[in-house]
């Protein structure tokens, strides 16, 4: 049963072209995570929620922005898209953070700017 | 100095063979440790949580050292299935962040 859920798995924009990136899940954490992973380097955090206090890393782009409607959902914007932006976008989550408990990752959406 | 070192590799091992991975991290507050299993093009899978006493699944065992800051991964008697990458990730406390290393590829050899 899937738990964290991303759509689209793959995405081609244009450069320039905004691009919304969807995560849901079905188990009801307070804790989401979109990640920005590149070839052979580690997941980078670009922000979190805990429940709808959203928290920006401080080298996260303008460029980038996320939307928490509610507790299923968590929406990544890439507003004007670089060819620097193609990557897998992951999204997790956990149910209170970081204290001894287990991040799940959705099966990660790859974007690819033409 | 990284938040959390891992050697990159790529080890490549025999079948059947033991093989061993280090990581180290540098604040001494953090607070929980794991092990993660990254396919190429997949998302990072839980392979197992470290804990203080050290803990085994299977042919996975896990240790922490605290005193040096470092957390060790050892498996034994390798398969060709178990041919990923393996990202140490480190949670400091107070925080909801947790921290990865870039990970160390591994390769199971026939």
């Known amino acids: 049963d899937a738990m964290v859920i991303q759509n689209p798995r793959y995405q081609v924009t244009q450069f320039g072209k905004p691009v919304t990136l969807s995560c849901s899940q079905t188990?009801?954490?307070?804790?989401m995570y979109w990640y920005q992973q590149k070839s052979s380097q580690a997941p980078k955090l670009l922000f979190h929620?805990?429940?709808?206090?959203?928290?920006n890393e401080a080298d996260t782009p303008d460029n980038f922005q996320s939307r928490r409607p509610n507790t299923s959902f968590c929406f990544l914007d890439i507003r004007s898209p670089g060819l620097g932006d193609a990557a897998m976008y992951l999204c997790?989550?956990?149910?209170?953070?970081?204290?001894?408990?287990?991040?799940?990752f959705g099966p990660g959406t790859r974007l690819l700017v033409l | 100095r990284k938040e959390v070192e891992q050697d990159p590799g790529p080890f490549n091992v025999p079948e059947g063979a033991t093989v061993a991975f280090n990581c180290t991290y540098s604040n001494s507050a953090s607070q929980s440790f794991f092990w993660y299993r990254q396919d190429c093009r997949k998302e990072p899978k839980l392979l197992m949580s470290?804990?203080?006493s050290g803990n085994e699944d299977g042919r996975f065992t896990a240790q922490l050292n605290r005193a040096s800051q470092y957390i060790s991964l050892l498996i034994r008697d390798s398969k060709l299935s178990d041919s990923a990458t393996y990202l140490c990730v480190v949670a400091p406390s107070g925080t909801y962040k947790y921290i990865f290393g870039t990970g160390t590829r591994l390769k199971v050899l026939a």
């Open positions: 997790a989550t956990s149910s209170q953070g970081a204290y001894g408990e287990t991040q799940y």
């Open positions: 929620y805990y429940d709808k206090d959203f928290n």
């Open positions: 188990l009801n954490h307070n804790v």
């Open positions: 470290v804990y203080s």
